[in-house]
């Protein structure tokens, strides 16, 4: 059984930068993709960005393309997080789905971690 475990989050002033990592605990032929997506308080939760296994299969929200770059490392996967806003102010979650292939549907991610907080404030 798959268990994710988000770290990394805390409060960063505006224009600051932030990275943010994704501990995937279990078997690794379990899983092959690892989104990232958000949700701020009344709003809904927003896929940010994607990454396969290989690396070669990714993604990220256009709007946040330029800001937020994915990246992976065996079972870790890390969001680097650049000119912060306090529009990014949001409780980040990491989550894990068998296919190799990018999404933002959050309901096709099979596994999900407890999130990490993200505050964007000076």
């Known amino acids: 059984q798959l268990r994710v475990v988000e770290s990394g989050g805390g409060l960063v002033e505006p224009g600051g930068s932030l990275k943010i990592s994704c501990q995937v605990y279990?078997?690794?032929?379990?899983?092959?993709?690892v989104g990232w997506f958000r949700q701020a308080p009344g709003k809904e939760r927003e896929g940010i960005s994607c990454?396969?296994?290989?690396?070669?299969n990714r993604d990220t929200a256009t709007s946040l393309k330029g800001r937020f770059t994915v990246s992976r490392n065996k079972n870790t996967v890390y969001l680097q997080m650049s000119g912060l806003k306090p529009e990014d102010t949001a409780r980040y979650f990491c989550?894990?789905?068998?296919?190799?292939?990018?999404?933002?549907?959050?309901?096709?991610?099979?596994?999900w971690g407890q999130g990490t907080q993200v505050t964007v404030s000076s």
């Open positions: 989550a894990v789905r068998t296919p190799a292939t990018c999404t933002f549907n959050a309901q096709l991610y099979e596994a």
């Open positions: 279990g078997s690794t032929f379990d899983y092959d993709t």
């Open positions: 990454i396969s296994r290989s690396g070669n």
